[in-house]
Nanobody, 114 residues
Framework: QVQLVESGGGLVQPGGSLRLSCAAS????????MGWYRQAPGKQRELVATIASGGYTNYADSVKGRFTISRDDAKNTVYLRLNNLKPEDTAVYYC????????WGQGTQVTVSS
């Protein structure tokens, strides 16, 4: 069983930055593709960014150039750096781990508002 625990969300003004972290346990972390997804009120969950076990990254068009996903296999942790935040980035952000099976964290709230 894989456990994922997100942290780092909060309230930030437009143009601000945050760094989300997701700590994994119960698995061989380096074998998993990791990702961040988000769900805004009244909307479906959507992909934000993914990073493969080899380090290849993929981003949603809406966050390209503003968000950066990275992983530290020694710490079993994946990060998401959010820069130049916009009100439309407001959502619950979920960490995902995938290796034939999907695992999800409990989510962390990001609110962008002045």
């Amino acid at each position: 069983q894989v456990q994922l625990v997100e942290s780092g969300g909060g309230l930030v003004q437009p143009g601000g930055s945050l760094r989300l972290s997701c700590a994994a346990s119960g698995t061989i972390f380096r074998l998993y593709a990791m990702g961040w997804y988000r769900q805004a009120p009244g909307k479906q969950r959507e992909l934000v960014a993914t990073i493969a076990s080899g380090g290849y990254t993929n981003y949603a068009d809406s966050v390209k150039g503003r968000f950066t996903i990275s992983r530290d296999d020694a710490k079993n942790t994946v990060y998401l750096r959010l820069n130049n935040l916009k009100p439309e980035d407001t959502a619950v952000y979920y960490c995902n781990a995938y290796n034939r099976v999907n695992y999800w964290g409990q989510g962390t709230q990001v609110t962008v508002s002045s």
